[in-house]
């Protein structure tokens, strides 16, 4: 893959496809997870790409998320019909994928995961989760916190963006995927204690 040609490819492509505000993120997205690329020893390339196309579904409407879901077996759980906005990561991914250009398996899986996150997450994947929730442009509780912890301690800064963003969805009362609770307990898990959790 020429990973440059397919990124100005899809940096013209995404401004057409998606509204200033989203495709700006974006580029926020990509600039954040290339200073977190080193963190996970992630590869630059594959980084500033999964980034950019992150949010390859996001401009596609609710019935039609859910339609080009079902008709590829996207739907893993119910969770996602019922919240389909959960969709736009394995939409963007398949999309990605049907559009031919993409065929790096760790830059679709960033597409595919980067809103519920998953165990066993690539160096890539984690950059890209982690870039979307701190990128400059957010704004929301604690969240100068967790850019600090992810760039000092990217493993706990991980953790703590799960476990916050699983507060959020109870205190909201939103529906919360199981892959998110299962990505949370893994990462709790892989860093073997929780003494080291505290800020």
């Known amino acids: 893959m ?23 993120h974006s580029m926020r ?24 196309v992150h949010d390859r579904g996001k401009e596609i409407g609710v019935n039609q998320l859910i339609k080009i879901a079902e008709q590829a077996g996207l739907i893993l759980d119910e969770a996602e019909t019922s919240h389909p906005g959960l969709l736009h990561g394995p939409v963007g991914a398949y ?6 250009k993409i065929n790096d398996e760790d830059i679709l899986q960033a597409v595919r995961f980067h809103t519920t996150g998953r165990p066993g997450m690539s160096s890539i994947e984690k950059a890209v989760f982690l870039a979307d929730l701190i990128e400059p442009g957010r704004d929301y509780p604690n969240v100068d916190i967790l850019r600090k912890l992810s760039f000092n301690e990217p493993y706990l800064g991980l953790v703590k963006a799960l476990d916050w963003t699983l507060e959020y969805l109870m205190r909201m009362g939103w529906v919360i995927h199981p892959l998110t609770v299962k990505t949370r307990n893994y990462y709790l898990q892989k860093r073997g204690t929780t003494r080291s959790l505290k800020i």
């Open 2 to 24: 020429d990973y440059n040609s397919i990124y100005n490819y899809y940096n013209d492509q995404l401004q057409k496809i998606l509204t200033p505000a989203r495709y700006t």
């Open 29 to 52: 997205v990509v600039q954040t997870s290339l200073k977190l690329a080193p963190k996970f020893d992630a590869d630059y390339q594959k980084t500033a790409l999964a980034a950019l």
């Open 95 to 100: 999309l990605l994928k049907q559009e031919g």
